[in-house]
Structure formats: structure tokens, C-alpha cells
């Protein structure tokens, strides 16, 4: 049964960046389309990004284009969120999500959250001065 684990969260002062890691146990991930949602603090969970099982589709929330990349190793099992140029408002809890085998594409993903077959705990990032 497939586990995530994320890592990686930490406190940071505007500008600066993360790398957020999801380790992944009990299957490959790469079988799955996978992202990575963000839950603000008096917000809803949002998906931010996310990458199909080939690398070849991935989604970006608008508001994070330029600045987040994700991507996945194979060879390590992991999957991973870089970010650059944090900003206040990237201040959340970090989640790794893997979809349902009937999602092929990165969009359907990070649109639709009913398709997640297996959360991570979540890391939390803070952006602050």
C-alpha cells in the first residue's frame, strides 16, 4: 500500500527558497499521477502542482508559474517541489498527494481533489520576515 511522507518545510524569509521532498513507500511512484497542494491557513486545500506518471504533462497554478517546478526521481522513489522566490502568501501546509489510476493527466489532479487515492501528512512552510 502505497505511503508518502513529505519533508523539506521550514521557516524562510521572503526571497529565499525550498525544496520539498515526498518519500514515497510501498509502490513506485512512478505508476501515479502526483502533485502537491497547498492548504493556507484559513483557506481551502489548493492544488499548486502536479505531474502525470510519464513526466510529460504538468500543472502550475497560475499564481506559482516562474516560481515552483516539480518534479519526481525515479530512482529514489521521490517526488519534489522546488520553490523559489517565496512570498508571504505561500505561508502553508504543504501536502504530497498520488491520484486514483483512472486520472492520466497532471490538471485533472491538482483540479479535482476527489481523485486523490493517498495524502501525505503534510510540511509545513512559513514565510515570513
Known amino acids: 500500500q502505497l505511503q508518502l511522507v513529505e519533508s523539506g518545510g521550514g521557516l524562510v524569509q521572503p526571497g529565499e527558497s525550498l525544496r520539498l521532498s515526498c518519500a514515497a513507500s510501498?509502490?513506485?511512484?512512478?505508476?501515479?499521477?502526483i502533485g502537491w497542494f497547498r492548504q493556507a491557513p484559513g483557506k481551502q486545500r489548493e492544488g499548486v502542482s502536479c505531474i502525470s506518471s510519464s513526466d510529460e504533462d504538468t500543472y502550475l497554478k497560475d499564481s506559482v508559474k516562474g516560481r515552483f517546478a516539480i518534479s519526481r526521481d525515479n530512482a529514489k522513489n521521490t517526488a519534489n517541489l522546488q520553490i523559489n522566490n517565496l512570498k508571504p502568501e505561500d505561508t502553508g501546509v504543504y501536502y504530497c498527494?498520488?491520484?486514483?489510476?483512472?486520472?492520466?493527466?497532471?490538471?485533472?489532479?491538482?483540479?479535482?481533489?476527489?481523485?486523490?487515492?493517498?495524502w501525505g501528512q503534510g510540511t509545513l512552510v512559513t514565510v515570513s520576515s
Open positions: 510501498g509502490d513506485s511512484l512512478r505508476h501515479y499521477v
Open positions: 498527494a498520488a491520484a486514483v489510476d483512472a486520472i492520466t493527466t497532471s490538471q485533472a489532479l491538482c483540479v479535482m481533489q476527489g481523485y486523490v487515492l493517498v
